[in-house]
């Protein structure tokens, strides 16, 4: 039920993770572009060629997408006030990514707000297609309404044609922002203790719909949770929009090799910021927790099609996929980093800690967790002579083994005292440490699924309860 774009997987999740390591906290998405930008002096360089011509280089315009993708098979080009498929009308910028850009837009037969992603000609189709069969099959098989918004519900589809190439387009409902989002926006990066539960319940039924149509999501991560906007927004005019969001921001694209407009027409003459809908982690009430599992741009069937290859954050990557890479994925993979976004979303940070760090690093932490790993996996580990003896003994310190306990104390715990939040109490502790070590397992077949997770002891005394308070408005 909703659209908002987010920026490359791996890298980006990781830029935004050690700018908030760095500088405590972002105020917005922009200010981390801000950083880029000082670092790249002043503008970005083209990385497309051909052997015809030199690539065009333009001026940088801070927190949007690369201008150079504006190319045969790139992004269209979108200026406000256009009207795509004669219906939708533009009035805002709400995101881009490596392989599209977001668009708020009214729709001038509903008078309602919407979500136009609007695809690189290059992109294929496999997202609206899924999303477009998952909505379909979902709808006979929830039992509410409210279960129905956890996934993005299509509004409408069409292709767009332009000087670029064939566009495929994306109508869904706006979003505000995404988790990963509203907690960059907070200097705590913490939600509310009932608004985490509540927000692990939702997420968890959203997996579980998606698993029971028999597709993995694949890459689950903050950046792919999302808030859902109030209906609210309908209310509003463009002119009131504006008055309370702010206007589009026109900054012209200017050649570099000759410091004039662009005349090319797969090029737009201004480029767009993206509007903020959203509101702090921390401002976040019971009521306004509304989750939309988004992205499904790397979904897969299992028993369809084998994949091999995991998208998900390396933090958050399943270890089946380093260890077993001639392994087709299952289930359990969503399941593994199911358990290490929950964690995160009571702490105020990723339960492996690691801003880019290599995979070596990341399965130490592993180890670190859940012990020892399957003995035919501690043979393929090449690395661990640098962190274990032959008899898996640690060469550390007992000082420098981050357990879940340590993890929880200085992670969950501490910063919730520290801010006079609600901390966890011992009982609810003791089950969410049973609850998280099951779905960590090291062997996938050793995992519960999705239906098994949602009866646990953890779901149905503390996140569950959350979720259903929020529905009664308390």
């Known amino acids: 039920m909703v659209l908002r774009l987010v920026a490359e997987r791996d890298t980006i999740y990781g830029l935004f993770h050690v700018v908030n390591h760095i500088c405590g906290f972002i105020a917005c998405r922009r200010s981390f572009f801000m950083l880029i930008r000082l670092g790249c ?9 051909t052997m015809s011509a030199p690539p065009v280089e333009y001026g940088y315009v801070d927190g949007v997408e690369h201008l150079s ?9 979108i200026h406000i006030d256009d009207r795509l498929d004669k219906r939708y009308r533009i009035v805002h910028k709400l995101g881009h990514g490596t392989f599209s850009t977001a668009w708020l837009a009214i729709d001038e037969k509903t ?5 136009i992603k609007v695809g690189t000609a290059d992109s294929d189709c496999t997202e609206v297609d899924i999303l477009s069969q998952l909505t379909q099959s979902a709808a006979t098989y929830i039992d509410s309404e409210d279960k129905l918004s956890l996934i993005p519900v299509v509004l409408d589809r ?3 044609s332009g000087p670029n190439g064939t566009h495929p387009c994306l109508v869904t409902l706006p979003a505000r922002c995404s988790l990963r989002d509203a907690r960059e926006a907070s200097g705590s990066s913490l939600f509310q203790l009932d608004v985490a539960r509540s927000l692990a319940a939702q997420l968890v039924m959203a997996v579980s719909l998606v698993h029971s149509q028999g597709y993995a999501h694949g890459d689950l991560h903050l950046g792919n949770l999302l808030l859902q906007l109030p209906s609210s927004l309908n209310n509003l005019s463009i002119q009131q929009l504006y008055a309370r969001y ?14 004039a407009a662009s005349m090319d027409p797969g090029v737009p003459s201004y480029a767009v910021p993206s509007v903020w809908l959203g509101i702090q982690s921390n401002e976040i009430t019971l009521g306004e927790a509304k989750l939309i599992l988004s992205d499904f741009g790397v979904t897969f069937r299992p028993g369809d099609k084998s994949r091999f290859e995991s998208y998900t954050p390396l933090v958050l990557r399943p270890p089946e996929a380093f260890f077993e890479p001639a392994t087709p994925l299952t289930f359990a993979s969503d399941i593994w980093s199911l358990g290490c976004v929950i964690f995160e979303l009571l702490a105020h940070r990723s339960l492996i800690d690691g801003f880019l760090a290599p995979q070596d690093e990341i399965t130490a932490q592993q180890v670190e967790l859940q012990g020892p790993m399957p003995p035919e996996w501690w043979v393929k580990w090449e690395k661990r002579s640098k962190w274990y003896d032959e008899a898996g003994k640690p060469l550390s310190n007992a000082s420098d083994i981050w357990s879940w306990e340590r993890r929880f104390e200085q992670w969950v715990q501490n910063p919730r005292q520290s801010r006079h939040m609600e901390t966890i109490r011992e009982d609810e502790r003791d089950a969410l440490f049973k609850f998280l070590g099951w779905m960590l397992a090291w062997r996938p077949s050793e995992r519960p699924d999705v239906k098994k997770v949602l009866e646990t002891d953890w779901m149905t005394r503390w996140a569950l309860p959350a979720y259903q308070k929020g529905l009664e408005g308390h």
């Open 41 to 49: 002096m002043g503008f970005l360089q083209s990385h497309y060629s």
């Open 69 to 77: 993708d504006y190319r045969p098979g790139g992004y269209h080009p």
């Open 111 to 115: 008078s309602k707000y919407v979500a």
């Open 158 to 160: 069409f292709d767009l």
């Open 246 to 259: 702010g206007e589009p921001e026109q900054e012209p694209v200017v050649r570099l090799d000759t410091q």
